[in-house]
């Protein structure tokens, strides 16, 4: 059964710092590109960064360099460092597993962690 396994969540103040985790199981995801989606009520889901498995990474405007995605394919975990947060960063944060295969594509989420930036 795969599974993927949201942490580092929390509230912090204007300024302040989170890493979030998301360690999947029950699949080789060396090979997968993963990424960090936001999500605010009532608005769509947003792409916030992604690295693929030669870890080369994309990151969404918004982002302005202050946050950085990266990944241990040993522990199968992706991160996302967020640095210098904004009131307008505070979402749910979900990650995503995912790989295209010829006649499939293959899409894992994660549950969901609250970031929550207030004073």
């Known amino acids: 059964q795969v599974q993927l396994v949201e942490s580092g969540g929390g509230l912090v103040q204007p300024g302040g710092s989170l890493r979030l985790s998301c360690t999947g199981s029950?699949?080789?995801?060396?090979?997968?590109?993963m990424r960090w989606y936001r999500q605010a009520p009532g608005k769509q889901r947003e792409l916030v960064a992604s690295?693929?498995?030669?870890?080369?990474?994309h990151y969404a405007d918004f982002t302005q360099g202050r946050f950085a995605i990266s990944r241990d394919n040993r522990k199968s975990t992706v991160y996302l460092q967020m640095n210098n947060l904004k009131p307008e960063d505070a979402d749910i944060y979900y990650c995503?597993?995912?790989?295209?295969?010829?006649?499939?594509?293959?899409?894992?989420w994660g549950q969901g962690t609250q970031v929550t930036v207030s004073a």
């Open positions: 690295i693929i498995s030669d870890e080369t990474t």
């Open positions: 029950g699949r080789d995801f060396s090979i997968y590109t």
């Open positions: 995503n597993f995912h790989r295209r295969l010829l006649h499939e594509t293959r899409d894992y």
